[in-house]
């Protein structure tokens, strides 16, 4: 049910948003595998590999956004199994069920990037980990539902059975629980199961998204407060994978690793919210659920605190890992910003996992369960507004103005970063083949990852139009950097002799349209666009300034 939920809130979607530019960078990437990964550090390349073949067939939204419904699908799977093997079936379908209604899940599956292939990575390492150290006898499992004990019914029983029944008799999960030191030693064949798919899951994952990799580190802190006798064996297993990992990000940051990520502002508290609305919600659905979060992170903290048990570890992983790599990418972002919330997504999944402990745990029967569930899944739904609305980039818009008021000899220019979404969405504008472009020179309408920037600052740039001024130039940039580019242009002094800034026009997603007339035209401004108001920073000033 919960993968049947999280389908009927992406699938349909697919096409519905504009691509906007960090998914045409997929798409360029399509077209040049290989310069792509050398250029960018491997970063994603994993899933530039997944989607290749579908791009080969079509670069349509709904096409290229395939995979990433497909993986997050698979990722709500296993959670449900992380839950039940944490506390028994019906906390896996409460985990799985909240995930595939969260707003976060429905619209990284809706985004051809890489965030839901490391959201199912990164589960399966937990997954594999919790696993692992369950592993019990051969002859009794590692599966609950192999020895029949795992039927529906009350949750307080589901709860019982995978908390204090293990706390009070040293079983996990309804089977007795060999000592962590002989699972983790890896003599029973199921915990040597468990500890490959771990290794491999672990090794993939920089792969998917670099950062993601933080995971192995709150790992290896969350092994080293395992309980004594389980710490050192378990340890040893996990750090199998470690020099793989090293030779990995060794060659990502010889390829240039360091420079991934470089646009993110200086750490602020906006980035924080930003963290809790992608991993909880936003308004009353982000309060309710932080709520319970932390709610259920007190409750399994006290409970290790006071009892150091194996069953009341494994309750704590999940702390570690909602917490854990959001903390140690605000850390890392005081000496250099990285506190983007998608590169925390992963964390998602636990949060989930946390709720549905502390609802399993408190409430009786399934009657009371199934009366929250009817209050909280409102919350989460109210949320899904956000899903194709969050992000959205008005590239299509833009480009219409263009062609709504281009003329033949007109010339193209912006960053080369910023290229592949005009190349994306250029074939869709009728009109536009009277533009050439400017900078980057590559011919319009082939998607690139990779574009020739002929210029290295802004007097570079500047000179570069000078160069040639006998028509008019369209210029396009991102962000509010690039509107402080734009002011730039209209106060230089040499520009000023050649051109004349027009008015720009402002599109969503911090997009910013002008155009610069030679200096003698008389050229109007162009005919209305599907605009939106004028930023704050680039308002005049007022009277009551």
Partial sequence: MPVAIAALLSLPRLGVRAVWLDEAYTVGATTELLDTWRETAGNQALYYLLVWPIARVSTDAAWIRLPAALLGLAAVAVVFLVGRRLGGVTRGAVAAGGLALSWGLARFSVEARSYTMALLLVATTWLALIAAVQAGDEEAGTDRAADGDDTEGDPADDAAEGESAASANGTTNGHVARPAAAAAAGTAPAARRWWRLYHVATAL?????????????????????????????????????????????????????????????????????????????????????????????????????????????????????????????????LIRPYAAARYVFPSIAAFHLLMAGLLV???????????????????????????????????????DCIAANAEPGDRLATDANHRSAIDYHWPDHPGLDEVEPLTPPEPLGEVRRLYENPTEDLDEFIALLREDTDGSI??????????????????????????????????????????????????PRGTACDVVPTPSDMRPPSADD
């Fill in 205 to 333: 994952v920089p792969l998917a998204h670099g950062l993601s990799a933080l995971n192995y580190v709150v790992q290896l802190a969350a092994l080293g407060l395992a309980p004594a006798g389980d710490r050192r064996p378990l340890l040893r297993r996990a750090l199998v994978i470690a020099p793989v990992l090293a030779v990995e990000f060794a060659v990502m940051f010889l390829l240039g690793a360091g420079d991934v990520g470089d646009w993110v502002a200086p750490l602020r508290p906006g980035q924080l919210l930003a963290f809790g609305h992608v991993l909880l919600g936003s308004g009353v659905t982000g309060v309710v659920l932080g709520t319970l979060t932390t709610l259920a992170i007190v409750e399994v903290v006290r409970s290790y605190w006071a009892d150091r048990t194996r069953a009341a570890w494994l309750e704590v992983l999940p702390v570690f890992w909602a917490l854990g790599p959001s903390v140690i990418v605000v850390t890392m972002s």
């Fill in 474 to 523: 369209w210029y396009v940039d991102r962000t509010p950097l690039g509107r402080l580019v734009v002011l730039g242009m209209a106060f230089d002094a040499n520009l000023a002799r050649d051109y004349r800034l027009i008015e720009p026009w402002y599109f969503k997603g911090d997009l910013t349209l002008t155009r610069l007339d030679p200096v003698d035209s008389t050229r």
């Fill in 361 to 399: 745990r408190h409430l009786r029967s399934i009657r009371h369960l199934t009366a929250v569930a009817v209050l909280v899944a409102p919350l989460l739904l109210l949320d899904q507004r956000h899903v194709t609305t969050y992000g959205a980039e008005g590239w299509p818009e833009l480009l």
